[in-house]
Structures are given as C-alpha cells and as structure tokens.
Nanobody, 120 residues
C-alpha cells in the first residue's frame, strides 16, 4: 500500500528555517499532485501548498514569500522549505498526494505528520 513519510520537523526560534521532506513507497511523487497541510492544536487541518505535475503551485496567503514547495525528482521527494518562521506556523505538518497529476480533488494519500514548533 502507498505510504507517505514526512521528515525534517523540529523546534526552531522565530525567524529561523526548517526543511520538510516527504518520501513515498509504492507511489511516484513526481507523477501526482502533491501537497502540504498543517494542523495547529484545536484547529482544523488547512492547506499550506500544492504542486501539480506541470509545476503549478498554490500557497496559502499566510505562507506566501516565506515557504517554498518543490519536488526533488532525483530523490522522488517533496520538499517544503520554510523560512522566516513565526510562532503561528507551529503545527503538525502533513504530506499528501492525489491520485492525479493535476490538483483539485480530494487527496487520497496522507502521511502521519511531523511536528513543527516555533518559539518566540
């Protein structure tokens, strides 16, 4: 079965950076729409960024100009580079993948998440 695994979470001070990575088994990340979501304590999970196979990228307004999503085709991984982190970025971050190359449908596959904590 498809498995997505996130890595790279941790604790950082405000203004710092973290790089999240998502790898998969039995699933070629480069062939599908991929996304990053996050869920803060007591809040709903929200979409942070998505990227389709044509390079079309979406960012939530709250992370624009600070976060960058990319695919490492050589490693077949999905990357989320997070810069200028703020305390409000604290959340569990999830990698997700659709069953299609374009985005816009429900994400079929989800990782278990990685914790990101930003202290002020």
């Amino acid at each position: 079965q498809v498995q997505l695994v996130e890595s790279g979470g941790g604790s950082v001070q405000a203004g710092g950076s973290l790089r999240l990575s998502c790898t998969a088994s039995k699933y070629a990340l480069s062939e599908y729409c991929m996304g990053w979501f996050r869920q803060a304590p007591g809040e709903e999970r929200v979409k942070v960024a998505t990227m389709d196979v044509y390079g079309n990228i979406y960012y939530a307004d709250s992370v624009k100009s600070r976060f960058t999503v990319s695919k490492d085709d050589a490693e077949d991984s999905l990357i989320l580079q997070m810069n200028r982190l703020k305390p409000e970025d604290t959340a569990v971050y999830y990698c997700a993948g659709e069953a299609y190359g374009t985005c816009g449908r429900d994400f079929a596959y989800w990782g278990r998440g990685t914790q990101v904590t930003v202290s002020s």
